[in-house]
Nanobody, 121 residues
Framework: QVQVVESGGGLVPPGGSLRLSCEASGRVFSTYSVGWYRQAPGKQREWVAQITSGGYTNYRDSVEDRFTISKEHAKNTVYLQMNSLKPEDTAVYYC???????????????WGQGTQVTVSS
């Protein structure tokens, strides 16, 4: 079994910064893809950024020049550094971890419970 836990959310003023963490524990694989998603009140969940075990990264257009996704393999942790935050970034942020076995077959798909990010003055 795998547990995924997000942390680092909070209340910040516009222009502020936060760093979110996504830690996986349990039966983890060395090949993975981690995505950050967010869901604002009354809206659908949307994808924000992705990083793979090979170091590939990808971002939603609206955050590409403000957010940075990174990984610390030894800690089974992925970070999302969010700078120049805007009120429209307010949402619950979720982490999704997909693991792949040696053949490239998906071996698991796990979500965390989410962490609230509020950008307001």
């Amino acid at each position: 079994q795998v547990q995924v836990v997000e942390s680092g959310g909070g209340l910040v003023p516009p222009g502020g910064s936060l760093r979110l963490s996504c830690e996986a524990s349990g039966r983890v694989f060395s090949t993975y893809s981690v995505g950050w998603y967010r869901q604002a009140p009354g809206k659908q969940r949307e994808w924000v950024a992705q990083i793979t075990s090979g170091g590939y990264t990808n971002y939603r257009d609206s955050v590409e020049d403000r957010f940075t996704i990174s990984k610390e393999h030894a800690k089974n942790t992925v970070y999302l550094q969010m700078n120049s935050l805007k009120p429209e970034d307010t949402a619950v942020y979720y982490c999704n971890v997909e693991f792949f076995d040696a053949l490239g077959t998906r071996a698991g798909d796990y979500w965390g419970q989410g962490t609230q990010v509020t950008v307001s003055s």
